[in-house]
């Protein structure tokens, strides 16, 4: 199993910056793709970006919503993912979830595929 706890959420102008750390705790960190999510007030939990990382290298992608604006970076040494979010739009406020699954089958943007979950950050973004 991983453990996951996140930081680095808060309040923010738009067109401000945040960076969100999730960091890992129990199996090897390499072992693991990790997820980013987000819930907005009254809306489903939705797909943010995701970032593998194998010995044959590593995969990242975006939500459109989203892509060009955020950015996905690994540090296996210090067990940690970081999500650096720029350009940050009201409409970006949200719970934020990092998730943990092993490699394989199933989808990387599904939330369902994900069995390991942080317990959020808040991101609000004022007008």
């Known amino acids: 199993q991983v453990q996951l706890v996140e930081s680095g959420g808060g309040l923010v102008q738009a067109g401000g910056s945040l960076r969100l750390s999730c960091a890992a705790s129990?199996?090897?960190?390499?072992?693991?793709?990790i997820g980013w999510f987000r819930q907005g007030p009254g809306q489903e939990r939705e797909f943010v970006a995701y970032?593998?990382?194998?010995?044959?290298?590593?995969?990242?992608d975006y939500a459109d919503s989203v892509k060009g604006r955020f950015t996905v970076s690994r540090d296996n040494a210090k067990n940690t993912v970081y999500l650096q979010m720029n350009s940050l739009k009201p409409e970006d406020t949200a719970v934020y979830y990092c998730?943990?699954?092993?490699?394989?089958?199933?989808?990387?943007?599904?939330?369902?595929?994900?069995?390991?979950w942080g317990q959020g950050a808040q991101v609000t973004v004022s007008s």
């Open positions: 998730a943990a699954r092993t490699y394989g089958s199933g989808s990387y943007y599904s939330r369902n595929e994900y069995p390991y």
């Open positions: 129990g199996r090897p960190f390499s072992s693991y793709a």
């Open positions: 970032n593998s990382w194998t010995w044959r290298g590593g995969n990242t």
